[in-house]
């Protein structure tokens, strides 16, 4: 027990300072990452890219939590400034590190997906789509179902756009098909008629097309907003490829009603509005809306224009932090080299002095277990001496019960010489009288020996005996003296004989002693007691 204490005590030292050295490095990560964060909040966009990066390039010790949360929050960062490619990288490494929460594996496939999107990799974004659709246990909740069908529906675009058009038939008419959706999620089922709307047109097939347009319309006027402009500028599209110019006029007309409309829809919908004015014969208005849409295609290419310069100088802005860092990361990595070895020295040390403690003990363990195996061994010779004793005073005790009973079948004799003697003469009875001496005295011999077997009997099972008086109280000595030599294999007849008693009187014992120590009538009496002690 004093070495098990010494091992526990050395093993409780050496995990509460790794726990304590853990629990500083993760302290100071998320100090560091919560610097990061407000930096980000303030606007200082670059100080919090370069946070991030000097905690990953800096630090070996940060835990694997803390790590996806670095790498998380990076990616999604450097996706704001629209470096995509860089972002993507990111992302890939957090994968690593994800956490084992119920919908993890699903967030982390469907973010990959559009990381894989902002880089215009469809085909990349659509296998994580699908990968996260098999992650989705859909009829859990509803907002389990709304992801399950917003990945249904992004999968269709997505294959839309990559002109599979059958693929994104089957997808899209897989999510109108899902029971209940137009009565749980009606903005949702508008925006995925819409979509199929859009291939409908694309293979040429008008009439579906402004079927599914008009169920976008209006299921999205006052939920899903860009749902409802495309879907009007579908529909307008479709009449004017039936020939009904002014359905056409009238549905694109409902666009310049609205107010804060975006570049590219109003750049469409004067496209379109010019082409149906020319079909009608207003060609004045069909050139107003041709300069009208020169002008905001101008404006729109402009605008790109400036948000991609606006990337090339981020992406040589991060060029130069990355250079700046590694310089710095240079002069760290001397710092940490040398702590590095002063913390292996130091950890060689305690492994020398671990080692040297583990010996120590191990020796004493093993002349510990050497003694007690020595002692075992010794109790087991012990053990058997005394089962042999047991078993050859057992062999007495019957030997002496058969002998004991042949001694009454001559009792019984002289009781019937004894009666036969009052018909004989005065000058016979004095030599059969003495005969008859000799077999009382041969009877209190019996009476002897029978104090002899008992008190055999109490030596054999002294133990016997404390364990039931303490057990069961309410047993008379004679009772008790019957239980063991019931544990002795004694029969009932063999206890009568012994006993000087009738078998009924032994059967009604026995019958008092199952009422007192209380077992069930199907049990036998001296199985019990075999078992029990």
Known sequence: ???????????????????????????????????????????????????????????????????????????????????????????????????????????????????????????????????????????????????????????????????????????????????????????????????????????????????????????????????YYNALINAGRCYYKLNDYQSAKKIIAEIFAQTNIEIDVQIHARSLMAAIQKKLGNFRKSTEHLEICVILSDSMALSNENREQITRHYAKTRIQLIEQNLKLSRNKEELLATKEATAKFKLRIWMFIAICVTILLSFGFYYHRLNQKRKLILHQVQNELLQSELNNKRKDLTNFAVNLSQKRKLIEKILEKIKELKSKSQGELQSDILNLIREVNNYNLIDNSLKSLQSNINKVNSAFFEKLSMKYPSLTKTEREVCSLLMLSFTSKDIAQIRNVTPNAVKKMRQNIRKKISIEPTEDLQEYLRNNF
């Open 1 to 227: 027990m004093k070495y098990l204490f010494i091992i526990v005590m050395i093993l409780s030292l050496v995990t509460n300072l790794a726990l304590s050295q853990e629990s500083e490095g993760k302290e100071e990560a998320n100090n560091v990452i919560s610097s990061a964060e407000k930096f980000w909040l303030d606007g200082k966009e670059d100080l919090a890219i370069e946070y991030y990066m000097d905690l990953l390039y800096t630090k070996k010790d940060i835990p694997d939590s803390l790590r996806f949360r670095i790498y998380r929050n990076l990616s999604e960062h450097l996706y704001d400034l629209g470096a995509y490619d860089e972002a993507l990288v990111y992302r890939n490494r957090s994968k690593k590190y994800v956490s084992s929460r119920k919908d993890s594996s699903f967030v982390s496939s469907y973010n990959m997906a559009h990381f894989y999107m902002g880089t215009k990799q469809l085909d990349s974004a659509i296998c994580y789509l699908k990968l996260a659709l098999s992650e989705i246990p859909k009829n859990e909740s509803l907002e389990e179902k709304w992801n399950w069908l917003m990945a249904i529906n992004n999968i269709g675009y997505l294959n839309f756009l990559n002109d599979n058009l059958d693929s994104a038939q089957y997808y899209y008419e897989l999510g109108l098909k899902e029971e209940n959706i137009e009565k749980d999620y009606p903005g949702l089922y508008g925006l995925i008629s819409g979509n199929i709307g859009m291939l409908f047109f694309r293979k040429g097939e008008y009439s579906k097309s402004l079927e599914m347009a008009k169920i976008d319309i209006e299921l999205n006027r006052d939920r899903i907003t860009t749902s």
